[in-house]
Nanobody, 126 residues
Framework: QLQLVESGGGLVQAGGSLTLSCVSS????????VGWFRQAPGKEREGVSCINADGDTTNYVEHAKGRFTVSRVNIKNTVYLQMNNLQPEDTGVYYC???????????????????WGHGTQVTVSS
Protein backbone atom coordinates (compact mmCIF):
# COMPACT_ATOMS: atom_id res chain seq x y z
CA GLN A 1 0.00 0.00 0.00
CA LEU A 2 1.45 3.33 -1.07
CA GLN A 3 0.62 6.21 1.27
CA LEU A 4 0.82 9.75 -0.03
CA VAL A 5 0.71 12.99 1.95
CA GLU A 6 0.28 16.41 0.38
CA SER A 7 1.26 19.70 1.95
CA GLY A 8 1.95 23.29 1.00
CA GLY A 9 -1.53 24.56 0.29
CA GLY A 10 -2.83 27.83 1.64
CA LEU A 11 -4.41 31.17 0.90
CA VAL A 12 -2.73 33.36 -1.70
CA GLN A 13 -3.69 36.44 -3.67
CA ALA A 14 -4.15 36.31 -7.41
CA GLY A 15 -0.79 36.38 -9.14
CA GLY A 16 0.90 34.69 -6.21
CA SER A 17 2.74 31.37 -5.98
CA LEU A 18 2.64 28.19 -3.97
CA THR A 19 4.68 25.01 -3.98
CA LEU A 20 2.91 21.79 -3.11
CA SER A 21 4.72 18.68 -1.91
CA CYS A 22 3.71 15.03 -2.12
CA VAL A 23 5.65 12.74 0.19
CA SER A 24 5.60 8.99 0.60
CA SER A 25 7.28 6.84 3.22
CA UNK A 26 7.45 3.87 0.86
CA UNK A 27 10.84 2.89 -0.50
CA UNK A 28 9.10 1.95 -3.76
CA UNK A 29 7.79 5.48 -4.37
CA UNK A 30 10.57 6.19 -6.85
CA UNK A 31 9.15 3.48 -9.14
CA UNK A 32 5.79 5.20 -9.54
CA UNK A 33 4.54 7.88 -11.87
CA VAL A 34 2.86 10.64 -9.86
CA GLY A 35 -0.01 12.80 -10.96
CA TRP A 36 -1.44 16.00 -9.52
CA PHE A 37 -5.18 16.58 -9.62
CA ARG A 38 -7.50 19.20 -8.25
CA GLN A 39 -11.14 19.45 -7.34
CA ALA A 40 -13.06 22.69 -7.07
CA PRO A 41 -16.30 22.90 -5.07
CA GLY A 42 -19.15 21.37 -7.04
CA LYS A 43 -16.87 20.17 -9.82
CA GLU A 44 -15.30 16.89 -10.81
CA ARG A 45 -11.70 16.08 -10.05
CA GLU A 46 -9.47 17.13 -12.95
CA GLY A 47 -5.90 16.47 -13.92
CA VAL A 48 -3.19 19.09 -13.55
CA SER A 49 0.17 17.51 -14.22
CA CYS A 50 2.10 14.25 -14.13
CA ILE A 51 5.71 13.11 -13.89
CA ASN A 52 7.26 9.78 -14.72
CA ALA A 53 9.28 7.68 -12.30
CA ASP A 54 12.66 8.96 -13.46
CA GLY A 55 11.51 12.56 -13.43
CA ASP A 56 12.59 13.23 -17.00
CA THR A 57 9.15 13.28 -18.60
CA THR A 58 6.33 15.56 -17.55
CA ASN A 59 2.82 16.26 -18.74
CA TYR A 60 0.61 19.30 -18.17
CA VAL A 61 -3.00 19.99 -18.96
CA GLU A 62 -3.72 23.18 -20.86
CA HIS A 63 -4.57 25.37 -17.87
CA ALA A 64 -1.28 24.48 -16.16
CA LYS A 65 1.08 24.99 -19.06
CA GLY A 66 3.47 27.88 -18.59
CA ARG A 67 2.41 28.43 -14.96
CA PHE A 68 2.97 25.13 -13.12
CA THR A 69 6.08 22.98 -12.89
CA VAL A 70 6.17 19.42 -11.61
CA SER A 71 9.41 17.87 -10.37
CA ARG A 72 10.62 15.13 -8.08
CA VAL A 73 13.53 14.28 -5.84
CA ASN A 74 13.46 10.53 -5.48
CA ILE A 75 16.09 10.40 -2.77
CA LYS A 76 13.63 12.45 -0.69
CA ASN A 77 10.58 10.47 -1.83
CA THR A 78 9.00 13.79 -2.78
CA VAL A 79 7.19 15.19 -5.79
CA TYR A 80 6.64 18.95 -6.06
CA LEU A 81 4.18 21.13 -7.89
CA GLN A 82 5.38 24.72 -8.25
CA MET A 83 2.43 26.95 -9.10
CA ASN A 84 2.95 30.51 -10.31
CA ASN A 85 0.55 33.27 -11.35
CA LEU A 86 -2.28 31.62 -9.47
CA GLN A 87 -5.81 32.76 -10.30
CA PRO A 88 -9.12 32.40 -8.43
CA GLU A 89 -10.13 29.60 -10.79
CA ASP A 90 -7.18 27.58 -9.46
CA THR A 91 -8.94 27.33 -6.09
CA GLY A 92 -9.62 23.78 -4.97
CA VAL A 93 -8.28 20.76 -3.15
CA TYR A 94 -5.10 19.47 -4.76
CA TYR A 95 -4.29 15.78 -4.64
CA CYS A 96 -1.30 13.72 -5.63
CA UNK A 97 -1.84 10.18 -6.83
CA UNK A 98 0.02 7.19 -8.19
CA UNK A 99 -1.13 4.44 -10.58
CA UNK A 100 -0.66 0.69 -10.36
CA UNK A 101 0.72 0.66 -13.88
CA UNK A 102 3.00 2.96 -15.82
CA UNK A 103 1.64 4.85 -18.77
CA UNK A 104 -1.02 6.69 -16.80
CA UNK A 105 0.43 10.16 -17.30
CA UNK A 106 -1.06 10.62 -20.72
CA UNK A 107 -3.87 11.01 -21.12
CA UNK A 108 -4.17 12.19 -17.55
CA UNK A 109 -7.29 10.66 -16.04
CA UNK A 110 -8.12 10.24 -12.37
CA UNK A 111 -9.64 6.83 -13.08
CA UNK A 112 -6.18 5.48 -13.98
CA UNK A 113 -4.74 6.32 -10.56
CA UNK A 114 -5.07 4.02 -7.58
CA UNK A 115 -3.25 5.55 -4.62
CA TRP A 116 -4.40 8.94 -3.40
CA GLY A 117 -3.43 11.41 -0.73
CA HIS A 118 -5.99 13.29 1.34
CA GLY A 119 -5.38 16.55 -0.46
CA THR A 120 -4.30 20.06 0.43
CA GLN A 121 -6.50 23.15 0.07
CA VAL A 122 -5.44 25.95 -2.25
CA THR A 123 -7.45 29.17 -2.12
CA VAL A 124 -6.71 32.07 -4.42
CA SER A 125 -8.36 35.39 -3.65
CA SER A 126 -9.04 38.03 -6.28
Amino acid sequence: QLQLVESGGGLVQAGGSLTLSCVSSSYTFEQFEVGWFRQAPGKEREGVSCINADGDTTNYVEHAKGRFTVSRVNIKNTVYLQMNNLQPEDTGVYYCAAPFFRGACQPLSASDFNYWGHGTQVTVSS
